[in-house]
């Protein structure tokens, strides 16, 4: 199995356009004039840079024994439609226990040099 824990992700630049947060709004049921959501940090900060995890061949992840198990989010404050966000993901743990892999990642999230968002996932892989 391979080991990439420490690993770290090519930054991944991110605008927050107007059409795509008011979808994402609406279709989690928040007022779209609200500004963005929370949960839209799934989209800058974990979905756009897990897919360079996802990818890499050394990292090895087996989908079809994945399940993701926990995920988190804090925030230095929340981002605005239109802003541009660059997130960095790192492998923070890849440990195996009883024939289970526990791979963390982990992305922070900057703009314009400044904290934004931090997250954080746990997938569980079967051996």
Same mark, same amino acid.
Not at 73 to 92: I, K, M, Q, Y
């Given at each position: ?6 690993? *770290? &992700?090519?930054? %991944? ?12 709004? /609406?279709?989690?049921?928040? +007022? ?6 929370? *949960? &839209?940090?799934? %989209? ?12 890499? /061949?050394?990292?090895?992840? +087996? ?65």
């Amino acid at each position: 199995m391979s080991k990439v824990a420490g690993k *770290t &992700y090519p930054q %991944v630049e991110t605008r927050l356009e107007a059409d795509h947060v008011r979808a994402f709004a /609406e279709a989690i049921g928040a +007022d779209p004039q609200a500004g963005v959501p929370p *949960t &839209y940090a799934a %989209v800058y900060a974990l979905f756009s840079t897990a897919v360079q995890l996802y990818g890499d /061949e050394d990292a090895a992840v +087996d989908f079809q024994h994945l399940l993701h198990s926990e995920q988190e989010f804090s925030w230095t404050r929340h981002p605005e439609v239109g802003e541009t966000v660059l997130a960095r993901g790192r492998v923070e743990e890849d440990v195996e226990r009883r024939n289970l892999r526990f791979l963390t990642y982990a992305t922070s999230v900057d703009s314009g040099g400044e904290p934004l968002c931090s997250s954080r996932m746990v997938n569980v892989i079967r051996g």
